[in-house]
């Protein structure tokens, strides 16, 4: 996948972008794609170009984001977030099963209400996933915005 196709408008009304995507096992390891490093190349080249684009890959998948935040929900499962954030593939996995017990008929299977949900957490969430507690520092340091003209 190749995420220079994410084209940034340079619309001056736009003034920064967050890309969050999955990470999907994409660590490097074994000399194997780097989603990180491609984030950052990203991040680099939009900064060039005098727009702003902040990136966090999510680890495995933004699922785990969703997930790390009902913790009491995820007991109630068994699973341990240990096993959540080494699982390779969660989306098919653990969360398959998260939201056949606590999704819904919605469009979406009750992703919406439940990141909502996640999210007035924000605290644990943050404690739990270390990389969106980089990125939230990120963004209150103004780290990556380009230089004012």
């Known amino acids: 996948m190749s995420f220079r196709a994410l084209v940034i408008p340079e619309d001056p009304t736009y003034n920064g972008y967050i890309?969050?995507?999955?990470r999907d096992g994409k660590s490097g390891a074994a000399g194997g794609e780097n989603r990180v490093e491609q984030i950052a190349a990203l991040e680099t080249h939009a900064r060039d170009?005098?727009?702003w684009l902040l990136g966090c890959a999510a680890i495995e998948e933004i699922e785990v984001w969703l997930m790390g935040g009902h913790p009491e929900k995820l007991g109630e499962l068994g699973i341990g977030w240990k096993d959540?954030?080494?699982e390779p593939k969660p989306s098919v996995g653990?969360?398959?099963r998260f939201l056949?017990?606590?999704g819904d008929q919605s469009v979406g299977r009750g992703?919406?209400?439940?990141?909502v949900e996640a999210c007035r957490s924000l605290?644990?969430?943050l404690d739990r996933c270390e990389e969106l507690k980089v990125?939230?520092?990120r963004l209150r340091a103004g780290d990556g915005r380009p230089p004012r003209a």
């Open 123 to 125: 605290r644990g969430l």
């Open 100 to 102: 056949d017990r606590f």
């Open 94 to 96: 653990s969360f398959v």
């Open 19 to 22: 890309l969050m995507p999955d």
């Open 49 to 51: 170009g005098g727009r």
């Open 135 to 137: 990125l939230v520092g």
């Open 84 to 86: 959540v954030r080494e």
């Open 111 to 115: 992703r919406q209400k439940l990141m």
